[in-house]
């Protein structure tokens, strides 16, 4: 850098009290109206039934198991540090999700700008910097990571991965030992802090890859072969990462590359991109749900135009001078963060993801800012440059409106999945989980109804069944909740709960026979349940069998030695 571009870069840096008051002014008039929404979905396993979180005796548990495993369940993630900044909302607010939407706010306004100091370093223009965080920051595509608490992986796989670029970026410039060392371990340890938030981190070194072949030259001292040489450490972090997730932490073996298909699946992930593309630049009917699989047959303009774009990519790489190779560094940021989530390599549900853009659309906001830094640079007129700037003041006004509105979706499960059913009407998991939010709401009518139409959509899903079921059993209703779990076991005999709830149900109507029946095919697949021995006592001694009476109650007291005393009593 020379002297000149330093003296210009601390000038500019001088507007950064500025920039921090007018993007926590504009970050908290797009997002605060979604500070009063409730938990959804996802947010019950990782935080409200998370014992973990709740529990400080339980951090050692975060760096060796589950994200869920607080939960009881298994979903194959492993994610530390995500689980710490549940844990420290959880000491601070407990189950007050208004703290949770606070720290999603406060994560994505730093992002911005980071993001904005990131882009003024090696670009030296405050209008690129400000242009491409402030569309970071505001742009409607990110209200999925940002409004729904559970987005928070991805908030801080972007703030963590920005800071470590950040810190590289300085480290570059460093003309210390003392300073570089400080930049460097910043750099490494945000990284692998990143890596613990969300495995998406994992192609980060890839990024600082790109940004060394296209720009690397522009930003720092170091020469290219020795800044290559300094990579080499975070190539090392992710190979270990990678080797310890399909190993030790590979839970469910969620984490395991496959080549099965591979040519197939890079096709889908090739389709995927114009639609990924048309959610940035016109970011129109927006929702949470998007098919889990894309049609491909025989010709396909989608995949066609993908495959012209990396195309162009390459061959900007070899024609295009230093100066112009912006270019390749935006679109190469998009490409190479979507990497982890394109379907390719690991096996992911949905193909395509709103919050799966939180990461890679950064480099496209970096390029969209410079393309028109360059437009306004050619365009000698000041009538038109004032065009110019009132066309993107409607724009980015146009896109903070779409923000403020989606937040309104997300302000709780029945505003979500009452929108989303907009784009897939027909899907019964759908209204089986509207269902479900209508009773946390208070509204029974509506619940049963989307329970009945999800039953009708697909009669072959036993937790719909299950959930008509409960329904029906909690409102008294004992012949149809009978109908629908008895419905709900000859689709999955494994299911434990139906049994019970079968049991539980004939007992209520006196129906000891079926009681026992239903006790005796539930003890089959649950021999550690003292509970489910205990109820089989009561039903052999009510149908006169003591023999076998006494023998369920020594085998419950065997279970669960604490029971003989409670008995006593």
Request: aromatic share 14%; glycine share 6%; with cysteine.
């Amino acid at each position: 850098m020379t002297t000149l571009e330093q003296k210009r870069n601390n000038s500019l840096l001088g507007n950064k009290y500025f920039v921090i008051f007018v993007f926590f002014a504009i970050g908290f008039s797009i997002y605060g109206n979604v500070i009063g929404g409730k938990f959804l979905w996802d947010d019950d396993n990782n935080i409200v039934n998370n014992s973990y979180i709740k529990d400080g005796g339980h951090i050692g548990d975060f760096f060796t198991k589950d994200l869920l495993a607080g939960s009881g369940q298994t979903i194959g993630w492993y994610r530390p540090a995500l689980l710490i900044s549940y844990a420290i909302d959880y000491g601070i607010w407990h189950l007050n999700p208004v703290g949770y939407h606070l720290t999603n706010i406060f994560l994505h306004v730093f992002s911005s700008l980071i993001l904005f100091l990131i882009v003024l370093k090696i670009f030296y223009k405050w209008s690129v910097a400000f242009l491409s965080s402030l569309l970071f920051l505001i742009h409607p595509v990110q209200t999925e990571a940002v409004s729904y608490i559970s987005g928070r992986a991805d908030l801080l796989l972007v703030f963590l991965s920005l800071s470590s670029f950040y810190f590289f970026l300085l480290f570059q410039e460093s003309n210390t030992v003392k300073r570089s060392a400080i930049f460097y371990g910043a750099s490494i340890l945000s990284f692998v802090l990143a890596l613990l938030s969300k495995e998406t981190a994992i192609v980060f070194p890839l990024l600082l890859i790109l940004f060394i072949l296209t720009l690397g030259k522009r930003a720092g001292r170091l020469s290219f072969e020795k800044t290559s040489l300094i990579i080499a450490p975070f190539l090392a972090i992710s190979a270990v990462y990678q080797i310890l997730r399909m190993t030790l932490l590979n839970f469910g073996h969620s984490f395991t590359v496959s080549g099965a298909d591979i040519g197939h699946r890079m096709l889908m992930f090739l389709k995927a991109m114009p639609i990924y593309w048309k959610l940035i630049f016109i970011p129109l009917d927006l929702h949470y749900h998007f098919e889990r699989k894309l049609v491909i047959n025989g010709w396909d303009w989608m995949i066609a135009t993908s495959i012209a774009v990396l195309i162009l990519i390459v061959l900007s790489y070899v024609r295009l001078n230093s100066q112009r190779k912006f270019i390749i560094f935006g679109l190469g940021w998009f490409f190479i963060s979507l990497i982890p989530v394109s379907g390719v390599f690991v096996a992911i549900n949905f193909i395509i993801g709103e919050r799966w853009l939180y990461f890679s659309a950064v480099g496209i906001f970096i390029f969209i800012a410079l393309c028109i830094d360059k437009i306004s640079t050619a365009i000698s007129s000041k009538r038109n440059k004032s065009i110019l700037i009132i066309l993107l003041v409607i724009y980015l006004s146009f896109l903070g409106v779409l923000g403020v509105k989606r937040n309104f979706v997300w302000k709780n499960g029945v505003s979500l999945l009452t929108d989303t059913l907009k784009y897939a009407p027909n899907d019964p998991k759908l209204h089986n989980s509207l269902g479900l939010e209508y009773i946390k709401e208070g509204q029974d009518d509506e619940a049963l109804q989307e329970f009945k139409l999800a039953s009708s959509i697909d009669p072959a899903d036993a937790l719909i069944h299950y959930n008509l079921g409960v329904f029906y059993a909690t409102h008294k209703i004992n012949k149809e909740a009978i109908y629908e779990f008895e419905k709900m076991v000859s689709l999955n005999q494994n299911l434990k709960f139906g049994y019970g709830m079968l049991a539980d149900l004939n007992y209520q109507n006196k129906e000891y026979v079926e009681t026992l029946s239903w006790l005796e095919k539930l003890s089959v697949i649950s021999q550690d349940s003292w509970e489910v021995y205990y109820k089989l006592a009561i039903a052999y001694n009510l149908l006169g069998d003591k023999k076998n009476s006494d023998g369920a109650l020594n085998q419950a007291i065997k279970l669960n030695p604490d029971l003989m005393n409670k008995l006593r009593q």
